[in-house]
């Protein structure tokens, strides 16, 4: 598993595709999102912006989250907690029938001086759909177990 040292910035994992469902749009839509373009295509006909049903941005938003979930139960990381996302931006719509790619960049990482053993890796997201464009961009918090030094030396120096 890995830990907070395993990690550097400039590291990247690709996720994907996850393709967005017409159906699973439509329902998110009507639970959590029921803004008409959002829920049929002649709920968007007129729509200056998307001219047909679009997918609500948080349903977008937790495809991404699904597929990092995925990814580290795939390549298992010490994440002991993802206390939040900044910069959440939807660049573009996506639309039903839409395959979604996303990268995840390290960007920055430091050890929390008030809470040792704990490190706060910090990654840049980017969703793309199918055509390679841009849909979702954000900055992704992950606090992942960081054993001290001192620690991991002294095994080394006992071994």
Known sequence: MRSFDDFAVGDMVRM???TVGHLEAQDFARRYDPQPYLLSEEGARDHPI???MAVSGWLVSAIVNRLIVDD??????????MPGVERLRWVRPVYPGDHLMVEAEVVSMRRL???PGIGLVRQKLRARNGDGKLVLTAVLA????APERTT??????DD
């Open 16 to 18: 994907g595709p996850s």
């Open 50 to 52: 998307f001219a047909r």
């Open 72 to 81: 580290l139960r795939a390549n298992p990381a010490a994440v002991l907690a």
């Open 113 to 115: 001086a008030s809470w």
């Open 142 to 145: 992950l606090l992942v177990s």
């Open 152 to 157: 991991v030396l002294h095994r080394m120096i």
